[in-house]
């Protein structure tokens, strides 16, 4: 395939155009200063990339599309030799407010439809899709639910616009080695598929190292052609706007600013694009000029020994690999060797003391790393710090450039979900080997304790029922033999410190210290009860206060939930999961043993039991802390689990109000290799997915809607279901939902919390509650997503509480780099640390709770402003 070459930062070349014009002596002039200005500002000859592929399609147009940065976008009919679909769906407006021409007219499919664009080459690709929901008589775009694949790699899964109304641009870039490259759009059942653009473009073969740093385990990660990539972030640090007119690859470079922490820690330097040199090795193909003209620095803190480190925060989805490019150029010192700095990534340190002018001996020289960072590293999203190192020598400075943070695609090839074009399925955690070693061996493990349970099943006693507790076959590996577990074996008193690290299951108790712990199950000391029987305060050993859970014989129910308890907590541990202690199954008698939870559920303190009120920071960190809970219990373990009653009474609170979740008696494995668990509906009214309540199909996204309604509640400090209000306003979703819509959720919240609320902290709350509450599944968020909009809504709320109190002082850079508030060691990748004064409230209690609130990352400016 031959295509018409036209000079410039970028090709801007048509698609298929055999012959070009003869360019006018005016538009040559101006040509020849153009190229005169770009080699001028350079040391290093530069030819400017012209890509042999270069596909430009403006689907369902009639007339050729010109976009801002001169390219040109080929018709409907000129480009249809690629398409093959059975349906024949075109829609166009005249006029919409969108930045580029292209967002006019669209492609519907309501079935299958593959674009195939032969390659003049094998290598790296752009793929760009761009997607802007026209408004039509023929679908509701902003709806439509589809997936975008290749041949290899699944592109977009169960992608929709989500109700925005704002113009979208996926952008790709993948190592593809078919002569004839295809991207199928497949609409799900009773909805459609649609694209506004397509792009296929070559990208240089040295745009993407085979080798990179690796977070951790720190060492070289190699093998990077062979995955694929899609950009989430390409940020110009300190800079402007980059639009593709100005790059050298039609690429878009957005400023740092919103992605900032702290906004008063960082200074933005530029200086002329003249001034920036590119070494042997590297060109503007990497990043233009522009990007490495300005930086951000650390502000000036005005005192001797500025300690504290410059933070970008970005969403991530923790089932992702991602490859940091970091782009450096040193605009800001005067000599060589002057300024080392550190750069962390999500609390880790990924380059230490570097040194811009001895890596490239001079000043104002391009360089930039790439960092991968593994999957297990982004629960709580991505955060890239830079901050001074412990040197002596040198200026206390840090700067960065630039920053590209790319996805990379799984173990099937996916970079939108967890199955493969072929239907295969992700394996989680880390790609490397030792993953899939663990997971082999806890395979192997389950399938021996499953093998030990028929065995034992099939060689009961015939009167097993009347001699023996249900635990006789649950616990197999000493059932019937509680001398395997009791301390009386070996230990000597059963209040020895025995812990069972073969089962997991803790620490044996005999029904005797069980009776001791609590005053022979004293009516008086019960806490709870449920359809398994009562659970009451016990003290243990030294005064150790427990949680105790006696099952009733005579409940069905109960004996199947304390099964699944078992099964579930046996391989479970987290901070914000309630921890199993320890067991006793003596006799007919099984009962579990749980840490104490002495603030008692989370509704509680919402209504109903006239404790004092919770603060809006208290509620947005408890409802953060159960978030992480859950989303451990979906993402933590091989094959995840789903709990199934998520609800306020199963949150429960410790000393420091840390949230726990309780209670996995109704919860189930995750399904293997489908997408939903076929089974009958349990779990409490007010809080059950209307989906999972009207087809029988249990997801992960069952306990979203669940925690949709706790959002709710935590805000708005009512029960779930009230059948004592007016009809309209017994059910607190469908309720709070309405008020929502109607941009009016303020109207209802809880008065205790009315003006100390943030509007933006309330505004993205809210927007998290409502995508849980989505009708369908597909359209709710993950875990993951939930927890960090939760994380930036208390970012927001703590940022205007400091705020507020910060009224009367003039400089927040000041405070914040004051001797007496700045105490952060250098090493830390945090970036600043109060240090109260004697007169402070600072009582251990205090401390854990601080410790607890946000992530560490939105823990660190209790004397700062935020943004």
Request: aromatic share 10%; with cysteine; charged share 20%.
């Amino acid at each position: 395939m031959e295509i018409g070459k036209k000079p410039g930062n970028f090709p801007r070349s048509n698609l298929f155009l055999s012959s070009s014009p003869s360019p006018s002596p005016s538009s040559m002039a101006i040509l020849l200063v153009l190229i005169y200005s770009f080699f001028s500002a350079s040391t290093t000859a530069f030819s400017p990339f012209v890509p042999q592929d270069n596909f430009l399609i403006d689907s369902g147009a009639d007339k050729l599309a010109t976009v801002p940065d001169g390219r040109v976008f080929k018709t409907e009919e000129q480009t249809k030799q690629f398409l093959e679909a059975k349906d024949e769906i075109k829609v166009s407006v005249k006029k919409a407010n969108v930045p580029s021409p292209i967002y006019l007219s669209a492609r519907i499919f309501v079935q299958e439809a593959t674009y195939s664009f032969p390659l003049s080459r094998p290598g790296w690709h752009w793929v760009r899709l761009h997607f802007y929901p026209l408004k039509n008589d023929q679908f509701d775009l902003m709806t439509a639910t589809f997936s975008v694949n290749t041949n290899k790699y699944v592109l977009l899964h169960s992608f929709n616009m989500n109700n925005n109304s704002k113009t979208v641009l996926k952008e790709y870039l993948l190592n593809v080695t078919e002569p004839q490259f295809s991207i199928k759009f497949v609409p799900m059942k009773n909805s459609a598929a649609f694209i506004n653009a397509i792009e296929v473009i070559s990208a240089p073969d040295n745009l993407i190292n085979d080798v990179a740093n690796e977070l951790s385990p720190a060492g070289d990660f190699s093998g990077l052609s062979k995955y694929a990539y899609q950009t989430m972030y390409r940020l110009n640090m300190g800079g402007p706007l980059i639009t593709s007119e100005n790059d050298t690859l039609a690429r878009t470079w957005q400023p740092d600013k919103s992605f900032i922490k702290s906004t008063n820690l960082a200074k933005r330097v530029s200086v002329a694009t003249s001034t920036v040199k590119y070494p042997d090795g590297l060109t503007p193909l990497i990043a233009p000029q522009t990007v490495y003209a300005s930086a951000v620095e650390m502000a000036d803190a005005q005192v001797d020994q500025p300690n504290f480190n410059v933070t970008w925060n970005f969403e991530a989805n923790p089932a992702f690999g991602y490859l940091l490019r970091l782009h450096f150029c040193d605009i800001v010192s005067k000599v060589l060797n002057d300024l080392y700095f550190n750069v962390y990534v999500n609390g880790k340190m990924a380059i230490s003391d570097l040194d811009l002018s001895h890596e490239l001996n001079g000043l104002a020289m391009a360089y930039y790393k790439d960092i991968v960072v593994n999957a297990s590293f982004m629960s709580n999203g991505l955060t890239v710090q830079i901050g001074p190192t412990k040197l002596d020598s040198g200026d206390r400075n840090a700067i960065l450039n630039g920053l590209e943070v790319l996805k990379i695609s799984n173990s099937v090839n996916s970079l939108d979900g967890e199955f493969g074009v072929d239907g295969s399925k992700a394996s989680t955690g880390s790609s490397r080997s030792t993953v899939a070693a663990v997971g082999f061996a806890m395979m192997f493990g389950a399938f021996v304790g499953l093998g030990a349970m028929v065995i034992k099943w099939h060689k009961r006693p015939q009167d097993w029922q009347k001699r023996n507790s249900f635990s006789s076959w649950l616990l197999p590996l000493h059932a019937g033999d509680s001398s395997f577990m009791t301390s009386k074996n070996s230990l000597g008193s059963h209040k020895s410190n025995f812990y069972s690290s073969t089962l997991g299951l803790g620490r044996y108790f005999s029904f005797a210290e069980l009776q001791e712990a609590t005053k022979n199950f004293d009516s008086n000391a019960v806490i709870g009860v449920g359809g398994f029987g009562n659970v009451y305060i016990g003290v243990i050993d030294d005064g150790t206060q427990v949680a105790v859970k006696r099952g009733n014989p005579q409940s069905e129910q109960g004996l199947t939930e304390f099964q699944t308890e078992i099964q579930m907590l046996s391989k479970l541990r987290h901070r914000h999961l309630v921890s199993l202690i320890g067991y006793c199954d003596e006799n007919s008698e099984m009962i579990l043993v749980y840490e104490y939870m002495s603030n008692g559920p989370f509704r509680d303190h919402l209504y109903g039991k006239n404790l004092p009120p919770l603060t809006w920071k208290q509620r947005l960190e408890i409802c953060i802390g159960a978030a992480r809970g859950l989303h451990y219990l979906h993402t933590g373990t091989a094959q995840g689990i789903i709990h199934r009653d998520v609800k306020t009474t199963n949150i429960l609170l410790d000393e420091t109000f840390t949230a726990k979740v309780s209670d996995f008696g109704l919860s189930k494995d995750a399904p293997m290799g489908q997408g939903h668990v076929s089974t009958a509906v349990k779990g409490s009214f007010g809080y059950l997915d209307p989906e999972y309540f009207r087809r029988q199909q249990l997801t992960d996204k069952s306990d979203v809607y669940s925690f949709g309604v706790v959002l709710l509640e935590a805000l708005c400090a009512r029960p779930a279901i009230n059948p004592a209000l007016p009809r309209e306003q017994v059910n607190l979703a469908d309720w709070g939902m309405q008020w929502k819509r109607k941009g009016l959720l303020d109207k209802i919240i809880d008065p205790l919390l009315v003006g100390s609320i943030n509007p933006e902290s309330m505004k993205k709350y809210a927007e998290a509650s409502e995508k849980c509450l989505a009708e369908h599944g597909v359209d709710r968020p993950t875990m993951g997503d939930v927890l960090w909009n939760l994380e930036y809504a208390l970012q927001l709320q703590e940022a205007f509480s400091q705020g507020k109190g910060d009224d009367e002082t003039k400089s927040s850079v000041a405070v914040a780099a004051s001797p007496e508030i700045l105490a952060s060691p250098t090493d830390s990748p945090s970036d600043c640390r109060p240090v109260s004064h004697p007169d402070q409230n600072n009582s251990p209690q205090k401390q854990a709770a601080d410790e607890h609130s946000g992530t560490a990352m939105f823990a660190q400016f209790a004397n700062l402003n935020g943004r």
